[in-house]
């Protein structure tokens, strides 16, 4: 698709302003959404230029945007809004699911949101309300991974019902459509969509050999991992 820009207006603020004002983390924080816009494609969790992915600098969303590949994004496509929408930097169109964004950067500690079409997790949308417990991981994603009622892409409609899905949680499905993660960093919103979408491939497996029933775990045994997982890795 074309390249979609904007005409310059009152509010839109120069990428040397905003540096000043954020020490140089829009340009660090740019970088890195346009690294893991990338990585989507690479990973196969996105068909061109389907799906989108924001980090929050402040009160700054920085958000990928409509209809341009991502191999041709630049540190001068930086594309910003406030969390009330209003573009403040760029002159590309915002991604066209910015409701969706927003309204998890406005109610969650989220930093970072990734969403996909991912395959497996998308075909698991159309199958199921909630991913089946099938592994353990389930618990690092806060419980059983629910899926938002399918809406219009880019509406109201759907933003409100992804944030039923992800209550208590930092992943959801999307139906007939994709993922949503969020984390507090773009690599952990991206590393939940890769768990994401390898647990919904799992379920998918397992539930597919004819005359056996996956086994899944019960909500004691994730509320026992859970607690594991609080000390899992490096402790600073």
């Known amino acids: 698709m074309a390249e979609q ?26 970088e890195q959404l346009v690294a893991t816009a ?6 196969r969790l996105v068909v061109g230029t389907s799906g989108n992915v924001s980090v929050r600098v402040g009160d700054l969303v920085l958000v990928t945007p409509s209809g341009v590949p991502y191999d041709r ?15 403040v930097l760029g002159t590309l169109t915002p991604t066209s699911e910015l409701p969706m964004h927003l309204a998890v950067h406005r109610t969650t500690d989220a930093r970072a949101v990734v969403h996909t ?13 909630e991913l089946p417990s099938v592994h353990y991981m389930t618990a690092a994603l806060g419980g059983p991974v629910r899926v938002a009622p399918y809406a219009t892409y880019g509406t109201e ?29 773009l690599d952990e919103a991206y ?9 919904c491939r799992l379920w998918l497996t397992a539930s597919s050999v004819p005359g056996r029933t996956p086994n899944l775990l019960t909500d004691d045994q994730l509320r026992e991992v859970a607690e594991r997982l609080r000390g899992y890795g490096q402790q600073r």
Do not use: I
């Not at 310059?8 to 740019?30: F, K, S």
């Not at 994004?73 to 573009?87: A, M, Y």
């Not at 079409?117 to 309300?129: D, E, N, Q």
């Open 5 to 30: 820009r904007r005409d310059t207006g009152d509010g839109l603020q120069d990428l040397h302003d905003l540096q000043d004002l954020h020490g140089g983390e829009v340009a660090h924080a740019w």
């Open 38 to 43: 990338r990585r989507t494609v690479a990973d």
């Open 73 to 87: 994004l630049t540190p001068g496509d930086v594309t910003g809004v406030d969390l009330d929408g209003r573009q």
């Open 117 to 129: 079409h991912a395959v497996h997790a998308t075909a698991v949308s159309t199958l199921v309300s």
């Open 157 to 185: 409609e759907l933003a409100r019902n992804l944030l039923h899905a992800l209550a208590g949680r930092t992943a959801c499905l999307l139906q007939n459509h994709g993922t949503l993660t969020h984390g507090a960093t």
């Open 191 to 199: 590393d939940r969509t890769a768990q994401l979408e390898w647990m």
